[in-house]
Nanobody
Framework: EHVVESGGGLVQPGGSLRLSCAAS????????VGWFRQAPGKEREGVSC????????YYADSVKGRFTISRDIAKNTVFLQMNSLKPEDTAVYYC?????????????????????WGQGTLVTVSS
């Protein structure tokens, strides 16, 4: 499904950013939506996922307590609020959505299940 990510940028350590994932041509109802990231030289990893069929969420251990995934139904957009950012959070962040009833846990831990990737949005955490 086609989604558009936005909201990346340069932020100092300890700062915050909010990423947006807007759906194009469909609604997120009953979709599992995930935020993934890929840092230079590293594999793509699941950061946070939301199963809209039941509201269950998944967070990678590295972001628990700092990142929050949420959905604005009216705007048909899923957000990733990132607080207390660290240099190791620097990466290209991607959003993906799937209708195949994947759990949030599965979708985030099995990024190879994602059908297609968008261009992503770059987040740089640096002083």
């Amino acid at each position: 499904e086609h989604v558009v990510e936005s909201g990346g940028g340069l932020v100092q350590p300890g700062g915050s950013l909010r990423l947006s994932c807007a759906a194009s041509g469909f609604t997120f109802d009953h979709y599992t939506v995930g935020w993934f990231r890929q840092a230079p030289g590293k594999e793509r990893e699941g950061v946070s996922c939301l199963d809209n069929s039941n509201g269950n969420t998944y967070y990678a251990d590295s972001v628990k307590g700092r990142f929050t995934i949420s959905r604005d139904i009216a705007k048909n957009t899923v957000f990733l609020q990132m607080n207390s950012l660290k240099p190791e959070d620097t990466a290209v962040y991607y959003c993906a959505a799937d209708w195949r009833d994947f759990s949030a846990n599965f979708y985030c831990t099995e990024p190879e299940s994602v059908d297609s990737w968008g261009q992503g949005t770059l987040v740089t955490v640096s002083s």
